[in-house]
C-alpha cells in the first residue's frame, strides 16, 4: 500500500535517513523499531509531509505522494499519531474529534452565514460520532473536559481517536508507548487490533517496547543510521545479529551487585 | 457578578464619560467620540480577528487604514481634465510592465534549476524590467503632475458615490494583505510582525511620494461626503425650520445632524461586520480556528489547510481595516499621507485591542471606545490636572510654566499607564475571551 | 587621479557614513538582540531607553561644562557618560521590579511583555519629553573632525575631500571594543555563560543552581549600558532629540532582524545591512562615474536607482528577501 | 482560553523567543533547620499542586536513604514527576515536609536546594541544546567553587561517548546520549542525593541496559537514587525500594520484588 | 479683575507630535498679541483676551478635530491654528466651516486650502510659497548662483516651495541639479546627503525647518565637506540654527518674510528672551492672533460672522502700518475710525482668497547671527 523507495533526508551534512526502501501491505500492522537516531521519526515525517525528502519517492498506492503537505495526505487517507501527544489543548475532547473531518460546509465562510440549516444538520451528525468514538476509547467520561487538562495516556487515546473520526487507510504511530503506563499501553493496543480487525486500517508503528511489538506487528522492520536493516517476524528480528547489536543488546550486566 | 452585568456596567461607564463630555463640553464632542469610537472599534475589530482567533501579529495596521484611504480619494474625487489622456495609460501601461517583470522572474525562478545561474538570470530581469519600469513610468508622471501641480497635478478618481469607497478600501487592503500573506506566511519562521511593519511603510512612502496618484505630501481636501454639507443644511430653510421644532439654532442643528448621520452609517457598518464576525466564529469555521491556533502542527495533520486559513483570516482582519480607513478619511473630508504615522495607526490600535480583551469582539468595540476617548480627553484632564497641582504657585513660577506645559505629553503617558494597569489586574482585558 | 577621486568621494560620502551609522544601529540592535535572547520578547522600549539615558548624561554633560570640565579635544559627554549609564541602570532595574518581574514569575508569553514593552515606552517616552522637553539639544564640545574634508584637499591636493568626525571614530571605535566585550563576557566567564544557560533552559538553570533573578539582572545592566551608549553616541553625532529616539527603533528592529535575532554577531552584521542598504541603493552614482568614465560616456542624469524617499523602504525590502532565503537571518537566530 | 497570560497561539518569531521558557514556580526565601532522624531525603505527608490550580498530590510520602535506588511507579498522571518536583521546591507545597540529611528544607528555594546537594534530570528538556556536552558538564558544577576536572574526567569515565562529543552542542546528540548528558549533569554537581524522573522514556533498549547499568554503578558508590520509571517491570528489578502512585497518593509501597511479585500491583500497574 | 468681560481665543497646535518642538514658541508667540492687547485696556471696552490651547497632534486629523470641536465647546470667538496643513484642512472642513468659526493659520501653506469653498472663513498668516520662489530665485541669481541642489522637507510646506523655487530658479535660467526629499525626525541623512553632493551644485538650497531634518541635513553636509554655503528659505531661519550649527553656517544666506524696520526686531525685544520668538512660524503666529483681535475692533464684535470681513481690512493698505508692539495704538485708531494697514512681525499682506503675501528680509549669518542685509 505504501512504497518507499531509496529515500534521503539530509539536515546539512547530516544523512538522518539515507536511502531506505520498504513497504507496507494493505491490512497489516508494521512495526518500525531502531536505535536512538536511526531516522524513524524523520521517514515519518517524510511520508507525512512535514518534511520535504531531499531525495526518493513515496509511494501509496501506485500514486506518488512524496512532498505532498499533510492536509493534502489526510484527504488521502493518511493519517498520523505524534510522538508527544499534540492535542488541542483548549478544546473539549468532544471538539477535538468533531473538528476532524474534511470538507464540512460549516468550514466555509459563506455557510457560516447564510447556510446555517445545512450546518447544523452535520454538526448533530459529527456530535453522535464523536460520541461514539469516545465510548469506543472508553473515555466517555472526558466529552466536555478541555483536552489540556486530561492525562497523557488519554490524550494518546483521544489522538487514536481522531484518526476514527474519518475513514483512515492507513495510520502511523509514533511512540504511542512512551512514558505510557503499561496497562495503558495494553488498552491502546486493543484499540489498534480492533480498529485493524474491524474497520481494516493499516498500521506503521514505531516502538521501542518490544512486547508491545510483539504483541500487533507482522512484520516488523528494523532501522539504522538512515536504512532498513532487517524485516520480517519479530522472532527473526530477534535473532539477527545486527539487530541485537546495534539495537536490542544482551540485557543488564550487574543487576545483582547492587546495595542489599 | 455574570458576564452580561459585568460587560454592561463597561459599557455603561462609557456612556457615561460620554455624556459627561456632552454636558461639560458640547453634544458635538461626544458625538464626535462616539463616531471616531466606532471607526476605532471597526479597526480593532479587524485586528482583533487576525490576534485573537488566529494568533497572527500584525504591526502594519496603518498601512491597510491608508488603503482604505487612497480608495476614498480613487473612488469619489473627480477625474483630473486630462490627466489620464496625458499619461494615464502610460501610467498603467508601467505598472503591468511592472507585474510582468515580476510574474517573469518567477517563471525563471520556477523553470531554471538551482544555481548561480538562475540566480544571475532572475537578477538580470529584475533589474531590467526596472529600468524599462522607469522609463515608461517617469515621462507619463511628469506629464500628469505638470497640470496644475498646486490644485492638481494627479490623476484625480473616478468621481463615483463615496460610499462605494468603503467595499473598495477593503478590497486595495485584502490585496495588500494577500500579498504580504504569501510571502510572509510563506517564510518557513512566522516573520509576518517585521514584515507588515515594513509593508506598512513602503505604502506610506508610496502615497507620500507617488504624487501622480495621492498628491503625495500636498493633501487631497474636499473628498466628496455622503451626508449633506452643514452650511447648506443651514441655508436650507426646511432644515432650519425642523432644527427650530426640536429646539436648536441652525449652527448646531445642523452639526449635530450631520454626526448623527456619520454615526449612523458607521454604526450600520459594525453591527454588520460584528455579525459577520460572531457567526463565523460560532461555527465550524470559528473551532477550525482555535484548533490551528491551538497547534498548528496537529491540526495540518488533520487536514486543514493552516496556511490558507492564517492567509484567509490575516485578509479579512485587514480588509476590515482598509474598510474603517475609507471611513475615516471618507469623514476627514481629505487623504492626508502625512499623517499615517504608526503610533497613531498601529499601536493605539493595538492598545484598544489588548486594553478591551483580545479574542472577544465586544472587547474590540470597547476598547476602541475607551481608548479613544482617553486620547482626545486626557489632555484637557492633563491640564485640569497641573492646574489643580500648580494652583498654590506664583503665576509665573518656572516650576509652574514647566508643569502646564508638558501637560499635553500627559497623553502618551496615560495610555502607557493604563495598558500597564488593565495588563497587570485584568491580563486578558476588560473583557476576556470566554 | 581621477580614479583616486571616485574612491574618496565614495568613501566619503558612503563608507564612512555608513560604517559609522551602520556602528550606531549595531549597538542599538545589541541591546535589543540581548533582551530577546535572555528575556525572550521584542522590548519596544529600547528606543526610549535610549532617550532616558542619553538625558541624562545631556543633562551630566551640561552641569560639567558648567563647571568648566572638559576632556579636550574628546566631548564632554564621554566623561558624563558613566553617570548617564549608572542612570540607565537603575531606571531600568526599577522598570523590571515594578513591571517585568511580575510577569516574568507568571511566565507569561513573551508577546505579552511585548506589549507591556509599548506601555513602557509610552511612559519613558512621557517621562523624557517631562524632563527635558521636545526640543533639540545639542551638548557636543570638544574636537570636531578627525579630517576635515578642507584640511583633507590641502592635504592631498585632491578634488575631493575627505572627513571623519570625532564622533564617528569613537562611534567605530566603542562598537568594536563593546562587542569584543560582549563576547569575552558572554563565552568565556562564568556569569555570562549563566546568562546563556537561562536563556537556554530556565528550569534547567535553576537546577543547576544558577538564580535566576542575578541573570536578568545582569542582563539589564549589560542592556541599559549598551542603550546609553549608543543613545549618547547617536545624539553626540546627530544631536539630541526625544522624538527620534523612537524613530530610530524601526531601522535597529530591522537590523537585529536581519542579523538574527538573539545574536550578538548578527545584530553587528544587520546593523550595517541596514546602514549600507540605505546609503548605497539610494546614492546617485552620478559624482562616481564622472570621475571613472571617459568624458564621453559620462551619464547625464544622475543614476540614481531609487530616489532618497525610498530609502527606508529599501531596508524593508532587503530585511523581506533576506527572510525569505534565510529565515532565520544572516547569523542563526535565537541563541545567544 | 484558561491561561490569562497565553500567547494566543502565536509563533511570530520577530516578537518573541519561546525557547525554553520554563515553568512557574514559587518564590520562596526560607531557610532550613535541623530535624533530626528518618531516612536521608523524605517527602513527608506532601501536599501539593501548581499554581493556584487543585491538589495533585495528597498526603504523599517518598523517602530514600544512603546506597539505596528507590523506584517510583504508577499510571499516567498520578503524580510521580509532580512527587519529584515537589521535593526539589518547584511547586507549590501546601502541606507536609522535606528533610534532607537531617535538615529540613521545606522552605528553601530549589536552587538552595541544588546548593545543599540534591541533583534532579527532569522528564522532560534536562539538558541545554545550545550548548556543547562540555559546556552542559560545566553548568551541572556551576556552584562549585573547588576544581571540578576530576568529577568531569570521572563522568566521562562513565559515559565514554560523551568524551567524543564534547565539544558538540547537545541538541545535536541522540535521544539516548542526551540522557548520558542530563545524568552527568546531574553527577557534576556531586550530589547528596540523585533525582531521575524516566530516565529512559524513548530510548532503544540497548541504550536502557546501559544507563540502568551507570545507575547502579552510581548507587554502589553511596549516593541514595530517587527514581520515576514506566521501563517498571526492569526498574523495580533493581530497586530496593518501591512506591506505586494512584491519583497523587501512595497506594503500595514495599521493597522492588515484592512489588514485582504482588499480583494486583502486577495487573494494574505493571501490564500484567 | 476690572475686566469687563472675556474674550477666548483658541490656539490650536500640534504640542505633540513632529514639530512639538516649534509649537512651544508658537503659541507663546500668538498668547503675547492677546496679552498685549489686554495689558492696553482699550480692547472692546476693557474686555481680557485668554487663550484656551489645545493640542492637533499636527498628524493626527481625528484629534485634532476633536480638540476643535473641544474649543468651540468652550466658546472660543476665533481660532489661531491650526499649524499642519493636514490637519488645517480637517477642521476647517469639519469644524470651522460648520460652525462658522474663523480660522487663521500661521503656518498652513498647502496651496490646496486655497480653493477650499470655506466662505471666507480662513486665513494666513503664513507667506506664499510662490512669492517666496521668485524673491529666492533673485536672490540667488543676484549671488550669481549658476545651480543649486535642492532639498526640501517632505509634507506640503517643503513640496510646495520647492516647487516654486525650482521653477522660479529655472526661470531666470538657473540650473536645479536635483530636487531630493527629506523626512523629518529621521536617524540619518547621509543617504540624502550622498545623492545630493553626486548631484552636486554651487549651493544647497534646504527648504526645511531648522528644528527639524533641515539641520540635520546642514550638518551632515557640513560634516562631509559636500558644501560650505546654504541657501536658506523661511523656515530655516531662526536663531537655533546659528547655534545648533556653528560658525560653519556663517555666509549661508536666505530670506524671510519681514517688514523693513522694527517688525521682527519689536517682536524680539517684546519677548525679551522669554522664548524665541524667531523660531519658525512665531511671528506669523503672533501675527494671527492679533489680526483677529484687530478685526473683531473693526466690527465691534465677537460674532466671527461680522468680523470675518474685517480681517483683509486691517490687514491691507491703505491705513497706518502697524508693528508688534503697536496693537494698543492700533485699537485705539481703530476706536477713532482711523483705517490701519497691519504689518505686524511677518509683514502680513493678505492677497485674494486670504494668503499672505508679503515683503521679504534677506538674511546672511554673520558671526553666529541672522543679519538682515536688504529688503525684497
Ligand atoms: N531538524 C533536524 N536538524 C538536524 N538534525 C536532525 C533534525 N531532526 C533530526 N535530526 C537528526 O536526525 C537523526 C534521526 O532523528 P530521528 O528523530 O528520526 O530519530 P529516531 O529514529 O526517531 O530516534 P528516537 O528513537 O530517539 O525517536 C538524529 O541523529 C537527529 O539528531
Ligand atoms: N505544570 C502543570 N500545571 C498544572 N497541572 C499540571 C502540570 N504538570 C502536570 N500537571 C497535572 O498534574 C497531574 C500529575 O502530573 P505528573 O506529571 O506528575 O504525572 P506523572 O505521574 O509524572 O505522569 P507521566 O507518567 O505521564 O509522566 C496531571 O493531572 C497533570 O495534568
Ligand atoms: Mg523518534
Ligand atoms: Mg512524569
Keep these: 500500500m505504501i512504497v518507499v523507495d531509496d529515500l534521503h533526508k539530509h539536515f546539512g551534512g547530516f544523512h538522518a535517513v539515507d536511502g531506505a526502501s520498504l513497504s507496507v501491505d494493505r491490512g497489516s500492522i508494521t512495526g518500525l523499531i531502531g536505535p536512538n537516531g536511526a531516522g524513524k521519526t524523520t521517514l515519518f515525517n517524510v511520508i507525512a509531509g512535514v518534511l520535504q525528502p531531499t531525495s526518493g519517492k513515496v509511494y501509496m498506492d501506485g500514486e506518488d505522494i512524496s512532498g505532498l503537505p499533510p492536509h493534502t495526505l489526510f484527504h488521502k487517507g493518511l493519517l498520523r499519531t505524534f510522538q508527544i501527544a499534540h492535542e488541542f489543548h483548549s478544546m473539549s475532547c468532544r471538539e477535538n474529534l468533531m473538528m476532524v473531518p474534511g470538507g464540512q460546509s460549516g468550514e466555509t465562510l459563506w455557510n457560516t452565514w447564510f447556510g446555517r440549516k445545512r450546518i447544523a444538520d452535520e454538526e448533530r451528525a459529527l456530535k453522535a460520532k464523536a460520541d461514539e468514538v469516545l465510548e469506543f476509547l472508553t473515555i466517555e467520561h472526558l466529552t466536555d473536559q478541555k483536552a489540556g487538562q486530561i492525562s497523557g495516556g488519554q490524550k494518546k487515546l483521544l489522538e487514536l481517536g481522531r484518526t476514527m473520526m474519518v475513514d483512515a487507510k492507513i495510520v502511523f504511530l509514533d511512540e504511542v508507548g512512551a512514558g505510557v503506563n503499561r496497562t495503558l499501553l495494553n488498552t491502546i493496543g486493543d484499540a489498534i487490533i480492533r480498529l485493524n480487525q474491524e474497520r481494516g486500517y493499516t498500521f506503521v508503528v514505531i516502538e521501542h517496547d518490544m512486547d508491545f511489538i510483539g504483541r500487533l506487528c507482522d512484520p516488523v522492520i528494523c532501522m539504522a543510521e538512515g536504512h532498513v536493516l532487517a524485516q520480517g517476524t519479530l522472532d527473526e528480528i530477534k535473532a539477527n545479529e545486527q539487530v541485537i547489536e546495534a539495537y536490542l543488546g544482551t540485557g543488564l550486566k550487574n543487576k545483582d551487585k547492587v546495595g542489599a | 457578578m455574570t458576564e452580561t452585568v459585568r460587560n454592561t456596567l463597561l459599557f455603561g461607564v462609557i456612556a457615561i464619560l460620554i455624556l459627561f463630555v456632552g454636558f461639560q463640553q458640547s453634544w458635538n464632542s461626544a458625538l464626535l467620540i462616539i463616531a471616531m469610537g466606532l471607526i476605532s472599534s471597526i479597526m480593532a475589530l479587524g485586528v482583533n480577528l487576525q490576534w485573537g482567533f488566529a494568533g497572527l501579529f500584525n504591526v502594519g495596521i496603518m498601512g491597510f487604514v491608508a488603503l482604505g484611504g487612497l480608495a476614498a480619494v480613487l473612488i469619489g474625487m473627480p477625474p483630473t481634465e486630462g490627466a489620464f489622456a496625458a499619461g494615464g495609460l502610460g501610467v498603467i501601461g508601467a505598472l503591468l510592465l511592472g507585474a510582468g517583470t515580476i510574474l517573469l522572474a518567477i517563471a525563471v525562478m520556477k523553470r531554471m534549476g538551482s544555481g548561480w545561474l538562475r540566480n544571475i538570470a532572475v537578477i538580470a530581469v529584475l533589474v531590467a524590467g526596472f529600468f524599462i519600469f522607469r522609463a515608461v513610468l517617469d515621462p507619463s508622471v511628469a506629464r500628469i503632475e505638470e497640470i496644475n501641480p498646486a490644485q492638481t497635478g494627479y490623476l484625480g478618481g473616478l468621481g463615483l458615490p463615496v460610499l462605494l469607497a468603503w467595499p473598495v478600501g477593503g478590497v486595495f487592503a485584502a490585496a495588500a494583505a494577500w500579498l504580504i500573506g504569501k510571502t510572509a506566511l510563506g517564510l518557513r519562521s512566522d516573520y509576518l510582525a517585521i514584515a507588515t511593519l515594513g509593508i506598512a511603510e513602503i505604502i506610506i512612502a508610496i502615497l507620500k511620494n507617488e504624487d501622480w496618484l495621492t498628491r503625495g505630501v500636498k493633501n487631497v481636501i474636499g473628498v466628496p461626503r455622503p451626508v449633506p454639507y452643514e452650511i447648506d443644511l443651514q441655508n436650507s430653510a426646511a432644515f432650519v425650520e425642523r432644527a427650530a421644532g426640536f429646539g436648536f439654532d441652525p449652527v448646531e442643528g445642523s452639526t449635530l445632524y450631520v454626526k448623527v448621520l456619520y454615526i449612523l452609517l458607521f454604526a450600520t457598518v459594525l453591527v454588520i461586520l460584528m455579525w459577520m464576525a460572531q457567526r463565523a466564529l460560532h461555527s465550524p469555521w470559528g473551532r477550525m480556528l482555535r484548533a490551528i491556533r491551538d497547534n498548528e502542527v496537529a491540526a495540518e495533520a488533520m487536514g486543514k489547510d493552516v496556511t490558507a486559513r492564517h492567509l484567509q483570516v490575516f485578509i479579512l482582519g485587514s480588509a476590515i481595516c482598509g474598510i474603517a480607513g475609507a471611513m475615516m478619511t471618507t469623514m476627514d473630508s481629505q487623504l492626508t499621507p502625512g499623517t499615517y504615522q504608526p503610533l497613531r495607526f498601529t499601536f493605539l490600535i493595538w492598545v484598544m485591542v489588548i486594553v478591551g480583551g483580545s479574542g472577544n469582539n465586544l472587547g474590540s468595540v470597547l476598547g476602541g471606545f475607551l481608548i479613544w476617548f482617553l486620547w482626545v480627553q486626557v489632555e484637557p484632564m492633563g491640564l485640569w490636572l497641573m492646574t489643580a497641582i500648580t494652583s498654590g504657585m506664583a503665576d509665573e513660577a518656572p516650576l509652574k510654566v514647566h508643569l502646564i506645559e508638558s501637560a499635553a505629553h500627559m497623553r502618551l503617558l496615560t495610555m502607557g499607564l493604563v495598558l500597564l494597569l488593565v495588563l497587570r489586574f485584568s491580563p486578558r482585558g476588560l473583557i476576556p475571551e470566554k | 587621479m581621477d580614479f583616486l577621486n571616485a574612491i574618496i568621494a565614495l568613501a566619503n560620502y558612503v563608507l564612512i557614513p555608513g560604517i559609522a551609522y551602520g556602528s550606531q544601529l549595531a549597538l542599538g540592535a545589541l541591546g535589543v538582540t540581548l533582551v530577546y535572547g535572555i528575556l525572550r520578547f521584542s522590548n519596544f522600549a529600547h528606543g526610549d531607553t535610549m532617550a532616558m539615558g542619553a538625558m541624562a548624561t545631556v543633562l551630566m554633560t551640561w552641569l560639567f561644562q558648567s563647571w568648566g570640565i572638559s576632556l579636550g579635544p574628546l566631548p564632554t559627554a564621554l566623561l558624563a557618560l558613566p553617570f548617564g549609564i549608572l542612570f540607565a541602570i537603575g531606571l531600568l532595574l526599577f522598570t523590571d521590579r515594578a513591571v517585568y518581574k511580575f510577569y516574568r514569575v507568571k511566565k507569561a508569553k513573551p508577546v505579552i511583555l511585548v506589549i507591556v514593552s509599548l506601555g513602557i515606552t509610552f511612559i519613558y517616552n512621557g517621562v523624557t519629553r517631562f524632563i527635558i522637553g521636545a526640543d533639540d539639544q545639542s551638548f557636543f564640545d570638544g574636537e570636531r573632525f578627525i579630517i576635515s574634508a578642507r584640511e583633507f584637499k590641502k592635504a592631498t591636493g585632491l578634488a575631493e575631500g575627505l572627513s571623519f568626525k570625532t564622533t564617528q571614530g569613537i562611534t567605530i571605535v566603542t562598537a568594536i571594543i563593546v562587542v569584543i566585550a560582549l563576547f569575552w563576557f558572554l563565552n568565556k566567564t562564568r556569569a555570562g555563560k549563566s546568562m546563556r544557560a537561562y536563556s537556554d533552559n530556565e528550569d534547567l538553570a535553576l537546577l543547576s543552581g544558577i538564580n535566576p533573578e542575578r541573570v536578568v539582572m545582569i542582563t539589564w545592566i549589560i542592556v541599559a549600558s549598551l542603550a546609553t551608549i549608543a543613545g549618547v553616541l547617536y545624539g553626540l553625532d546627530k544631536s539630541f532629540k526625544p522624538f527620534t529616539y523612537f524613530q530610530l527603533l524601526l531601522p535597529i528592529f530591522a537590523s537585529a532582524i536581519v542579523g538574527g535575532l538573539g545574536n550578538p554577531l548578527g545584530a553587528i552584521a544587520g546593523g550595517f545591512v541596514i546602514a549600507f542598504s540605505e546609503v548605497t541603493i539610494t546614492y546617485a552614482w552620478k559624482k562616481v562615474l564622472v570621475y571613472m568614465m571617459p568624458e564621453s560616456l559620462e551619464p547625464s542624469g544622475l543614476v540614481q536607482l531609487l530616489s532618497t524617499d525610498y530609502k527606508f523602504a529599501v531596508s524593508f525590502v532587503i530585511l523581506l528577501i533576506v527572510l525569505l532565503f534565510k529565515p532565520t537571518g544572516l547569523f542563526k537566530g535565537q541563541s545567544v | 482560553m484558561s491561561d490569562p497570560y497565553g500567547d494566543r497561539g502565536n509563533k511570530d518569531l520577530s516578537i518573541g523567543n519561546p525557547k525554553g521558557m520554563g515553568s512557574e514556580i514559587p518564590q520562596r526565601g526560607g531557610t532550613s533547620f535541623a530535624a533530626p532522624g528518618g531516612p536521608f531525603l523524605i517527602g513527608d505527608g506532601m501536599t501539593a499542586g501548581y499554581g493556584q490550580g487543585p491538589d495533585i498530590l495528597h498526603d504523599c510520602t517518598i523517602a530514600v536513604d544512603k546506597g539505596e535506588i528507590a523506584v517510583i511507579v504508577g499510571p499516567n498522571g498520578a503524580g510521580k514527576s509532580t512527587g519529584m518536583k515537589a521535593v526539589f521546591g518547584m511547586l507549590d507545597m501546601r502541606k507536609g515536609h522535606v528533610r534532607l540529611d537531617g535538615e529540613d528544607i521545606t522552605d528553601l528555594s530549589p536552587q538552595d536546594r541544588v546548593a545543599k546537594g540534591m541533583g534532579f534530570v527532569p522528564q522532560t528538556s534536562n539538558i541545554f541544546t545550545s550548548m556543547t556536552v562540555e559546556e552542559n558538564l560545566e553548568m551541572g558544577a556551576f556552584i562549585r567553587t573547588d576544581d571540578f576536572s576530576d568529577t568531569m574526567a570521572q563522568v566521562y569515565d562513565l559515559f565514554p561517548i560523551l568524551k567524543d562529543k564534547r565539544s558538540q552542542p547537545a541538541g545535536e546528540l541522540s535521544g539516548g546520549q542526551r540522557q548520558q548528558v542530563a545524568v552527568g549533569r546531574a553527577l557534576m554537581t556531586q550530589p547528596k542525593v540523585l533525582m531521575l524522573d524516566e530516565p529512559t522514556a524513548g530510548v532503544s533498549p540497548i541504550v536502557m541496559d546501559e544507563l540502568f547499568d551507570r545507575i547502579i554503578e552510581v548507587a554502589r558508590t553511596g549516593i541514595p537514587i530517587l527514581m520515576v520509571e514506566q521501563n517498571a517491570r526492569q526498574a523495580l528489578e533493581i530497586a530496593d525500594k518501591g512506591y506505586v502512585l494512584v491519583q497523587g497518593a501512595n497506594a503500595y509501597t514495599g521493597t522492588g520484588k515484592e512489588l514485582l511479585a504482588d499480583p494486583e500491583v502486577r495487573k494494574s500497574f505493571l501490564g500484567g | 479683575d476690572g475686566h469687563a468681560k472675556e474674550v ?295 460674532d466671527p460672522a461680522a468680523y470675518k470681513d474685517e480681517i483683509l481690512n486691517v490687514a491691507n493698505a491703505p491705513g497706518e502700518k502697524i508693528y508688534p508692539g503697536d496693537l494698543g495704538k492700533a485699537l485705539e485708531l481703530i476706536k477713532a475710525g482711523t483705517d490701519i494697514d497691519y504689518v505686524g512681525a511677518s509683514a502680513v499682506e493678505l492677497i485674494g482668497p486670504g494668503e499672505s503675501a508679503g515683503t521679504y528680509r534677506m538674511i546672511e549669518v554673520k558671526d553666529g547671527k541672522n543679519e538682515t542685509i536688504g529688503m525684497k
Design chain 5, 8 to 302: 477666548k481665543l483658541g490656539v490650536l497646535f500640534g504640542f505633540t507630535g513632529p514639530i512639538e518642538s516649534l509649537t512651544g514658541p508658537m503659541s507663546a508667540g500668538a498668547e503675547m498679541a492677546m496679552k498685549e492687547v489686554t495689558d492696553s485696556g482699550m480692547f472692546m471696552d476693557g474686555a481680557k483676551v485668554t487663550s484656551v490651547r489645545a493640542d492637533s497632534g499636527c498628524i493626527d486629523n481625528g484629534m485634532a478635530v476633536a480638540s476643535a470641536e473641544r474649543l468651540i465647546a468652550d466658546g472660543i470667538s476665533g481660532l489661531v491654528g491650526a499649524d499642519c496643513s493636514g490637519v488645517t484642512g480637517a477642521v476647517l472642513q469639519n469644524v470651522a466651516i460648520p460652525n462658522g468659526m474663523v480660522m487663521i493659520s500661521p503656518s498652513a501653506t498647502s496651496p490646496g486650502l486655497t480653493t477650499m469653498e470655506d466662505n471666507g472663513l480662513f486665513f494666513r498668516t503664513s507667506p506664499s510659497d510662490a512669492r517666496e520662489g521668485e524673491v529666492m530665485a533673485e536672490i540667488l541669481q543676484e549671488r550669481g548662483v549658476k545651480s543649486i541642489a535642492l532639498t526640501y522637507t517632505n509634507n506640503d510646506y517643503g513640496k510646495g516651495l520647492a516647487d516654486a523655487i525650482e521653477t522660479s530658479f529655472k526661470a531666470v535660467g538657473g540650473e536645479v541639479t536635483i530636487v531630493a526629499a527629506h523626512e523629518d525626525g529621521k536617524a540619518d541623512y547621509s543617504a540624502e546627503v550622498g545623492a545630493l553632493a553626486s548631484a552636486g551644485g554651487d549651493l544647497l538650497v534646504v527648504a526645511g525647518y531648522l528644528d527639524q531634518g533641515g539641520a540635520g541635513i546642514i550638518k551632515s553636509a557640513l560634516d562631509a565637506g559636500a558644501w560650505e554655503q546654504f541657501g536658506l528659505p523661511g523656515g530655516m531661519i531662526g536663531e537655533n540654527l546659528p547655534k545648533t550649527i556653528g560658525p560653519d553656517l556663517n555666509g549661508s544666506y536666505g530670506q524671510i518674510a519681514g517688514s523693513q524696520g522694527d517688525g521682527i526686531d519689536n517682536l524680539v525685544k517684546m519677548v525679551d528672551g522669554a522664548f524665541d520668538a524667531t523660531s519658525p512660524y512665531t511671528p506669523e503666529a503672533y501675527d494671527a492672533a492679533a489680526l483677529l483681535l484687530l478685526a473683531m475692533q473693526a466690527a465691534e464684535s465677537t
